[in-house]
């Protein structure tokens, strides 16, 4: 029943923030059974997790990307969200947010959303 909607902008300037929000309804970002992840899909290659943000609010992000990632949630709104900043074209890629019962397996996605990276 759980449904989530990824929302922002498709294009982002080289070095500036990409900025992501999931949105979520029929479950609440609160629960305490659940956590919260974003996912990308660069053009040609295979998924790349790029961090969580947890029912207790903790979280987590890949190594390679953790210098760069901020993940954060709006309670009122029952909305999480990605920034990821100094984009680069390497950026590029459909991005998801999803959801699971453990940090690693979601069980939930979002329909995904495209960014491109250009000037």
């Known amino acids: 029943q759980v449904q989530l909607q990824e929302s922002g902008p498709g294009l982002v300037k080289p070095s500036q923030t990409l900025s992501l929000t999931c949105t979520v309804s029929?479950?609440?970002?609160?629960?305490?059974?659940?956590?919260w992840s974003w996912i990308r899909q660069p053009p040609g290659k295979g998924l790349e997790w790029i961090g969580y943000?947890?029912?207790?609010?903790?979280?987590y992000y890949s190594p390679s990307l953790k210098s760069r990632t901020s993940i954060s949630r709006d309670t009122s709104k029952n909305q999480f969200t990605l920034q990821l900043s100094s984009v680069t074209p390497e950026d590029i890629a459909v991005y998801y947010c999803?959801?699971?019962?453990?940090?690693?397996?979601?069980?939930?996605w979002g329909q995904g959303t495209q960014v491109t990276v250009s000037s």
């Open positions: 999803a959801r699971g019962g453990s940090a690693y397996v979601w069980a939930d």
């Open positions: 943000i947890a029912y207790s609010y903790s979280t």
């Open positions: 029929g479950g609440s970002i609160t629960d305490n059974s659940y956590y």
